[in-house]
């Protein structure tokens, strides 16, 4: 029995593999293996950038400055430089020239004020210490009121292009006070009257009355359109038998700060300044214990101050006052070469 054991023929023409075959899949091998290890040598410098598409940074690439994108050239512009604005004169300053104005101003004397020169601010007494009104007010007692003859000038004073500054006389007011002596007046330890050594009535600081009075008088004043208003004698009298003075009880230092924040009030609906005129003495000692009268208390409620004084205490009252206040200034006023005789009071 025979058996088939394949095709002789084919047996005869099979000789295995070739050895061009072997050595193309060597080199093919070898190539995988490299560019595995390429891949895994090279992820160490494969970056990502803000989308998350890769980049390879190789080390030569790294700490290389980018360069600077190019900024677009600049369009023409033009430069404007705005100069601040022009702040009117403060009132205090070396050169503000004051002119103190007759009480009884005349349109006359009004007109010759106009064609002066180097003119800052004009002061127009209202009221005096002899207690005479010399404007319309309906405040003021009508016996008190006197009037320039001529017509009235304050309205064209209020409206000129000078610093206008309305003078008022406060506590010293013969009139008023004897008029209102039971709420208005300073009186005696006797009840009656005090007269001071000018022979003078005053109204007393400690009534609400009199405080009240001074503040109406002051608002209709700013209602005349001036700048300022000046109140002077806001304290009590220095002069004559003060032992016998029946002071209202309390601090009186404190009835002087109470009339300046009652006064402020009056004028708040107003764009007016308040300042106070006070004697040398008190700028330069702090207070003074007669007229009640104490820096400290008195510089945070006005917006100015005015001393009578020779030019040579100008530099250490600006000193006091700058020490109280820095942000106040000092208006000098030359001191008066006589003072007037003041008309007897009134009689009770």
């Known amino acids: ?136 007010g309906a405040a003021a007692l009508a016996e008190a009121i006197v009037l320039p003859e001529g017509g009235d000038v304050l309205p064209e004073v209020a409206e000129s292009s000078l610093h206008t500054v309305a003078r008022i006389t406060c506590f010293a007011d013969p009139r008023a006070a004897v008029h209102g002596a039971a709420d208005r007046a300073l009186q005696d330890v006797n009840g009656y009257v005090f007269y001071d050594g000018n022979n003078r009535p005053w109204l007393d600081p400690g009534k609400p009355a009199a405080r009240s009075y001074l503040c109406a008088m002051a608002a209709e004043a700013a209602a005349l359109g001036f700048d300022e208003v000046l109140l002077t004698e806001i304290g009590y009298p220095t002069l004559g038998k003060l032992d016998q003075i029946a002071y209202t009880p309390g601090d009186r230092a404190a009835y002087v700060a109470a009339f300046l924040q009652e006064m402020r009030l009056a004028l708040d609906a107003y764009e007016i300044r308040l300042c106070v005129e006070l004697p040398d003495i008190v700028l330069l000692e702090g207070s003074e214990t007669a007229s009640a009268l104490v820096l400290s208390k008195i510089a945070p409620l006005v917006d100015g101050i005015y001393a009578r004084a020779p030019e040579a205490q100008r530099e250490a009252l600006s000193a006091a006052v700058a020490a109280a206040a820095p942000e106040l200034a000092l208006v000098l006023l030359p001191p008066e070469e006589a003072t007037a005789a003041v008309p007897p009071a009134p009689a009770e």
């Open 1 to 136: 029995m025979s058996s088939i054991r394949g095709n002789s023929a084919y047996r005869g023409n099979y000789r295995g593999r070739s050895p061009k075959g072997n050595s193309i899949l060597a080199v093919l091998l070898v190539l995988v293996i490299l560019a595995a290890l390429s891949v895994l040598l090279l992820q160490r410098y494969i970056v990502y950038d803000e989308a998350g598409r890769p980049a390879l940074e190789l080390p030569w690439q790294q700490g290389r400055e980018e360069t600077p994108e190019l900024l677009p050239p600049l369009e023409d512009f033009e430069l404007v430089i705005q100069a601040p604005e022009e702040e009117d004169p403060t009132p205090g300053e070396a050169d503000w020239t004051v002119l103190e104005l007759p009480a009884m101003l005349t349109q006359a004397a009004w007109q010759q004020v106009q064609a002066e020169e180097g003119l800052d601010a004009v002061v127009v007494t209202l009221k005096d210490a002899a207690g005479t009104v010399y404007f319309e």
